[in-house]
């Protein structure tokens, strides 16, 4: 009676691949943590090739240097992984800290009404156009650019886009709030890359216009996805043309 008890509970238990598709159904923000986790270890490979990446040293590592984007750089080698990876680059632990914890909050916000792809593209087209302001505006820290800042920026501004075109007054919430400091910020703290921050966000922008579309005037679903493909595609032809 027992054994069979037990075969029964066996059987109704659902199979691992059910299990997993239930546990991916509830993470509403699995690729904002993703993108965490990878910016965190990306921070750690880096750190433990010099601590004084940690933010105790003022010279840039030769890791640092591997990941970073800089314009003359480009020139020369032609590595153009670089405007991605700079994304993933962050010079100390409050540089890290600070953009983790923004990225944290506004995916928590657009992760879950845009879906996972759109937020990855989002993302990526933020990121990429925050490399091309990089470059158009030479970051200080030896001329090398790194952070998600550019990429946080794009989110920050594509909400804004979007509660405007929702008829809310932006400067009246907390993301209103949270750019208008940060654009503050940018320009008044000493080695912050002012092009990485205006980049992403004037990509996030355009993207946010067709992205963010109210419900009562939607864009087509093939342009929420074409717009952060374009976006992207076009920051890295830019780049191309500015670095060359």
Not at 154 to 169: D, K, S, T, V
Request: proline share 3%; net charge positive.
């Amino acid at each position: 009676m027992g054994s069979q008890c037990i075969d029964c509970l066996r059987r109704s238990r659902p199979s691992a691949s059910t299990r997993v598709r239930y546990w991916n159904a509830r993470q509403s923000i699995l690729v904002t943590l993703a993108l965490i986790v990878i910016n965190v270890g990306v921070f750690v490979w880096v750190v433990s090739g010099d601590v004084g990446a940690a933010g105790f040293g003022s010279q840039v590592s030769e890791r640092e240097f591997q990941l970073g984007l800089n314009k003359f750089v480009l020139q020369i080698t032609g590595e153009w992984y670089r405007l991605v990876t700079a994304g993933f680059l962050h010079f100390g632990i409050l540089h890290i800290g600070m953009n983790m914890w923004l990225l944290y909050q506004l995916g928590q916000m657009l992760e879950p009404p845009l879906g996972r792809l759109r937020f990855g593209l989002l993302y990526m087209a933020s990121l990429l156009g925050g490399s091309l302001g990089a470059l158009v505006i030479q970051a200080d820290r030896g001329g090398l650019h790194g952070g998600a800042s550019g990429a946080v920026f794009g989110l920050m501004a594509a909400a804004a886009i979007g509660m405007q075109r929702r008829g809310m007054n932006v400067f009246q919430t907390g993301i209103g709030a949270l750019l208008v400091i940060n654009l503050v910020l940018t320009f008044t703290i000493p080695g912050i890359s002012i092009g990485g921050h205006v980049g992403g966000a004037v990509a996030g922008a355009l993207c946010g216009v067709v992205m963010l579309a109210p419900s009562w005037k939607p864009a087509p679903t093939w342009a929420t996805y074409l717009a952060p493909l374009a976006v992207g595609v076009g920051a890295v032809l830019i780049s191309v043309q500015v670095a060359g």
